[in-house]
């Protein structure tokens, strides 16, 4: 049975996590309260890839938290990761889910409320919903849905949701309200002078929300 919480989803980008690293960023903020770690990074190829990912990986052993690698299905696999995360631009979840198998934890990225009706439960395990909010960390993103088109999409989706796209600390109360289960965020942990008191914050606020 795959289990993982979606409350504090640290989305790694190498550009603003330079400073300390994205192994020692990811293990801070898990440190901090973390609950899934993503390796994204667009611009490293599949070996570069799988190095970082198998040094995250050692980083969160015992941790219980997830490894989730965007896109990259080979790295996935070679990583060991718990994860994986596609887009709706990168491979279909179809094909995705048939290279993993079935154990994997497989994330989709929906911006509509049309992509979210066609997610079959059956190959995704959760969905992102996104923007939220405009993002320098994903210049191509689409238009922002703000907190009412989250909770229109999050209603039609079949599948539990994490809500990404310009998201902080305090965002966590409405995103809990439109009805998604996490916050994903990139500059609110990554490029922070103190990735574990910035992830404790956003764990935090999730816990006020909940009660």
Not at 25 to 54: F, P, S
Not at 76 to 84: D, F, M, N, R, Y
Not at 92 to 108: D, F, H, K, N, S
Request: aromatic letters at 2%.
């Amino acid at each position: 049975m795959k289990t993982f919480d979606l409350s504090v989803y640290l989305v790694l980008d190498p550009d603003l996590c330079r400073a300390i690293g994205m192994v020692e960023t990811a293990r801070l903020a898990v440190a901090g309260g973390a609950t899934i770690v993503q390796l994204r990074d667009k611009q490293a190829d599949t070996a570069a890839m799988i190095e970082t990912g198998r040094a995250l990986k050692a980083a969160l052993a015992g941790t219980g938290v997830p490894l989730i690698v965007n896109d990259d299905v080979e790295a996935a696999i070679a990583i060991g990761a718990e994860g994986i995360h596609v887009g709706q631009s990168d491979m279909a979840a179809a094909t995705a889910r048939e290279r993993v198998g079935r154990g994997m934890i497989l994330g989709l990225s929906v911006e509509t409320e049309e992509l979210a009706r066609r997610v079959d439960p059956s190959i995704a395990d959760y969905v992102g919903i996104g923007p939220v909010f405009a993002t320098a960390t994903k210049p191509d993103h689409e238009q922002p849905v703000g907190f009412e088109g989250l909770a229109r999409i999050v209603a039609v989706a079949p599948v539990p949701a994490v809500a990404i796209g310009g998201l902080k600390a305090e965002h966590a109360g409405p995103v809990l309200a439109a009805g998604a289960r996490g916050i994903a965020v990139v500059s609110a942990i990554c490029g922070q002078p103190d990735p574990e008191a910035a992830a404790r914050r956003i764990a935090d606020e999730i816990e006020k929300a909940r009660a």
